[in-house]
C-alpha cells in the first residue's frame, strides 16, 4: 500500500517557522500538486516527506510503516529533481542502475529494468550517452527514468518542469500525466505553476507561509475557493474582489449599490452581517446595458487575446476584468453594466478572509 | 600599462617595441636557468679560468654523472641518486593522501552542511596562516610522543598535515560550486556519504585533483627544511642532499656538479608541469584557486 499520511508535520529555522503542523492524507495512485510561491513551506514539505530534511515534531507513515526516522532510501520512493541531479560522470544506463547496484540488484534484473524503463520514456537510443550529451528534455526523461527504474510506488517531483522551455514543458506535462494513469504511482508534484497543477492534479494542495490553505481537486479550487488567499493565488487574470457589507438579510451592499446575494450557496447557512468581499472571476461577469447592471463602470482598455478577448473596467478606482468574445468586445459603448453570475460567485469575510 | 587588447591595428613600431620588452623580459627569467645549464655541462677547466656567463669549451656530461651517482653527501659519496628515490618515496604518498583527505573534507565541509562547518573551515584557514615554521617544535615534541619522529611515517604524516589546509580550501571551494542536488539524488538512491563522494563525486573532480596535485607535489618534493628535521637519516630527500653536495667541505668546490645536481632534483616537478599543464589551466579556469 502506497498511501500517505502526514500528521502534524512542524518545522522551523531558529525564530523563522516553515510549516505550521501540516497534515495531509494521501490515497494511493492519487496525483497530488502542492501549489505556492516561492517560501511557502512547500519544497521543504517534500524534502521531509523525502527525507532529506527532518521536521520537528509530526509523523509521516507510508503505507502502513511509519517512515518518520528513515533514510530516504528506506521509505520506499523516488524523487525527481528540479535540476534533474543526473549524475554527470556516468552514463545514462549507469544513471538508471546506480541505486539497484547499492542495493545490490543482480546484473540481469537490472538490466531488465533499465530497458524496459528506457522504452517507457523513449530513451532507449540514449543509453551509452552521458548526461552532458543530452538536450534539456531528454535529461529530463532520464531524470524521471532514474525515478521510475526503482519502481517503488510512490515518486516526489521538486518542480521538475520548471527548467524545460515552454513547449516542451506542455508535451511533458500530458506525458506525465499519462505516465501515472499507466502506472498508477502515488505522485506528490511540487510547482509554483498553477496550470500544472489545475492540467495535472487529482488533488491540489496550496499552500501559503507554511501553512495548507485549502486540499481539494483542482476544479473546486478554482471555483470554490476556501479564502481569499487561494482565490487571488489560482486562476489568471486574478479574481475580481469587490468590497462591501454584507447584511443579515443576505443583501451584498456595496455602498451604492445592493446585491441581492439570493442566488449565492452560503457555507453555513446565512451569515451575521459584517463587512464582506465579493469575489467573481472574469467568466462570472456578464456586460449588460447600466440599468440591468449589478453594477456599472467605466470602459478602460480591451485585450484580445485570440480566442476570447478580456475588458477591462474601472469601478471606484479598481479593475475588473470581464472575458468575453472578440466581436462582444470590439462592440462595447464606453459606460456599462456588469451582472455577475452570483452562484458562480465566492463571498469572504473580510475579516478572516474565510469563504462564507 | 594598459594591455594591448587589438593587435591587428597596433602599429609595426608598437609591435617591435612590445615584442622586445617581452624578449627582454624572457630572457631576464631564463638568465639564470640559462647560465646553469652551461655551467653543468661546462668542464671544471672551463670554471677555475673563464666567468660563469662564458660558453664551454666543450660540451661534458661527467657533472652530471658525478652529481647522479658520486657526489659526497657527507661521508656517503652515492650522489643524489638514493635521495631521488627518498623524494618519490615521501612524495607520492604524502600527495596522494592529502589530496584524498582534502577532498573529502571540502566535500564534507561544502555539501553536508555539518552544523558547525564554517566555523570548521575557519579553524582550517588558521592553519593556513601560521607559519609552520612557527609549529616545528612542537610538532617535533608531538612526533616523539607518537614514536615516529625521524622515520618514513613520520615525515609523510607531516606533510599530510600540513598540506590539509590548503587542499581543503581548495576541494571546498570547488565543491561549493557543485549542485548539492546531486548529493541528495545519490542519498535517494541509497548512497551512503563514502559511496556518494567516491562513485559521483570524485569523478566528477578530474581538474581539481590535478591542480591541488600539482601543488602539493611542487611544493612537497621542493621541501628542505621538513624533510631535514623530520624524515631521519634513511629518509633524507633529494633537496637535503643537494644542500651537502653543495656545502660538502671534503674536496676542492665543483659548481659544474653542484648545478648539475639542482637540475635533477628540479627535473620531476617540470615534467610534472608539462604533462598536466593543460588540466591545470582548465582547473584554474574553473575558479578553484583564483584570487
Known amino acids: 500500500m502506497y498511501n500517505i499520511s502526514l500528521s502534524k508535520i512542524k518545522k522551523s529555522y531558529g525564530d523563522l517557522t516553515i510549516l505550521h503542523s501540516v497534515d495531509m492524507e494521501i490515497e494511493e495512485g492519487e496525483f497530488i500538486v502542492i501549489l505556492g510561491s516561492s517560501g511557502c513551506g512547500k519544497s521543504t514539505l517534500l524534502n521531509i516527506v523525502a527525507g532529506l530534511d527532518t521536521c520537528d515534531t509530526g509523523r509521516i507513515m507510508i503505507g502502513e510503516k511509519d517512515v518518520t526516522d528513515l533514510e530516504p532510501s528506506d521509505r520506499d520512493l523516488s524523487m525527481v529533481f528540479q535540476s534533474y541531479a543526473l549524475f554527470p560522470s556516468m552514463t545514462v544506463k549507469r544513471n538508471l542502475s546506480f541505486g539497484m547496484e547499492i542495493a545490490r540488484v543482480p546484473k540481469a534484473e537490472r538490466e531488465a529494468k533499465v530497458a524496459h524503463v528506457a522504452k517507457l520514456l523513449q530513451i532507449d537510443n540514449l543509453l551509452d550517452r552521458k548526461p552532458s550529451q543530452l538536450s534539456g528534455g531528454q535529461r529530463q526523461r532520464v531524470a524521471i527514468g532514474r525515478a521510475l527504474v526503482r519502481s517503488t510506488g510512490v515518486c516526489l517531483f521538486d518542480e521538475p518542469l520548471s527548467n524545460l522551455d515552454a513547449k516542451l514543458r506542455t508535451e511533458t506535462r500530458v506525458e506525465l500525466k499519462k505516465l501515472h494513469s499507466d502506472l498508477g504511482f502515488t505522485m506528490l508534484y511540487v510547482t509554483h505553476d498553477q496550470v500544472e497543477a489545475m492540467t495535472m492534479a487529482d488533488r491540489v494542495a496550496v499552500m501559503n507561509k507554511g501553512r495548507v490553505e485549502q486540499f481539494a481537486p483542482p476544479q473546486d479550487i478554482y471555483e470554490k475557493p476556501a479564502n481569499l488567499f487561494v482565490a487571488s493565488f489560482v486562476g489568471s487574470p486574478v479574481i475580481n474582489q469587490i468590497e462591501g457589507t454584507l447584511g443579515a438579510d443576505g443583501v451584498f451592499d456595496t455602498g451604492e449599490t445592493r446585491i441581492d446575494l439570493g442566488g449565492y450557496d452560503f457555507d453555513h447557512g446565512k451569515p451575521e452581517a459584517q463587512d464582506a468581499v465579493l469575489a467573481v472571476r472574469c467568466e462570472d461577469i456578464d456586460i449588460v446595458s447600466p440599468e440591468e447592471g449589478h453594477i456599472t463602470a467605466d470602459l478602460d482598455f480591451v485585450e484580445l487575446l485570440g480566442a476570447d478577448a478580456l475588458a477591462w473596467v474601472v469601478y471606484h478606482g479598481k479593475r475588473l476584468s470581464v472575458r468575453m468574445s472578440v466581436d462582444a468586445a470590439r462592440a462595447l459603448p464606453k459606460h456599462v453594466g456588469l451582472r455577475f453570475v452570483l452562484p458562480k460567485a465566492s463571498v469572504f469575510s473580510a475579516k478572516t478572509e474565510q469563504r462564507l | ?291
Not at chain 2, 645549464?37 to 661546462?42: G, T, Y
Not at chain 2, 652529481?67 to 618515496?89: F, K
Not at chain 2, 607559519?131 to 618514513?152: C, E, N
Open chain 2, 1 to 291: 600599462m594598459s594591455s594591448p587588447s587589438n593587435t591587428t591595428t597596433m602599429p609595426l613600431a608598437a609591435k617591435i617595441g612590445l615584442y622586445a620588452f617581452l624578449i627582454a623580459s624572457a630572457l631576464f627569467f631564463l638568465a639564470p636557468l640559462i647560465v646553469i645549464v652551461i655551467n653543468s655541462v661546462k668542464p671544471m677547466a672551463d670554471i677555475r679560468s673563464g666567468s660563469l656567463l662564458s660558453l664551454p669549451s666543450e660540451i661534458t656530461f661527467e657533472p652530471w654523472r658525478i652529481a647522479w651517482s658520486s657526489a659526497c653527501t657527507g661521508l656517503d659519496c652515492s650522489g643524489i641518486r638514493p635521495g631521488l628515490m627518498n623524494s618519490i618515496l615521501i612524495t607520492v604518498p604524502s600527495v596522494i593522501i592529502s589530496v584524498l583527505a582534502g577532498a573529502l573534507n571540502g566535500y564534507a565541509l561544502a555539501q553536508w552542511r555539518a552544523r558547525f562547518a564554517d566555523w570548521l573551515m575557519l579553524l582550517i584557514l588558521i592553519g593556513l596562516f601560521v607559519p609552520y615554521q612557527a609549529m616545528l617544535y612542537p610538532t617535533v615534541k608531538m612526533l616523539s610522543g607518537m614514536g615516529i619522529f625521524r622515520s618514513y611515517w613520520g615525515i609523510i604524516f607531516v606533510h599530510v598535515v600540513y598540506g590539509l589546509p590548503y587542499t581543503t580550501l581548495l576541494f571546498r571551494n570547488f565543491y561549493v560550486g557543485v549542485p548539492d542536488e546531486i548529493s541528495r539524488a545519490a542519498r535517494m538512491e541509497g548512497a551512503t556519504f563514502l559511496r556518494t563522494f567516491w562513485s559521483v563525486i570524485l569523478p566528477i573532480s578530474t581538474n581539481i585533483i590535478v591542480v591541488v596535485a600539482i601543488l602539493q607535489f611542487t611544493g612537497i618534493w621542493n621541501d628542505y627544511l621538513l624533510g631535514l628535521i623530520f624524515a631521519g637519516n634513511d629518509n633524507m630527500p633529494m633537496t637535503v642532499q643537494l644542500t651537502n653536495i653543495v656545502n660538502n667541505s671534503r674536496g676542492a668546490a665543483e659548481p659544474n656538479v653542484n648545478m648539475a645536481a639542482a637540475l635533477l632534483a628540479a627535473i620531476p616537478t617540470l615534467v610534472v608541469y608539462f604533462i598536466s599543464g593543460r588540466y591545470f589551466v582548465r582547473g584554474i579556469a574553473t575558479g578553484a584557486v583564483k584570487g
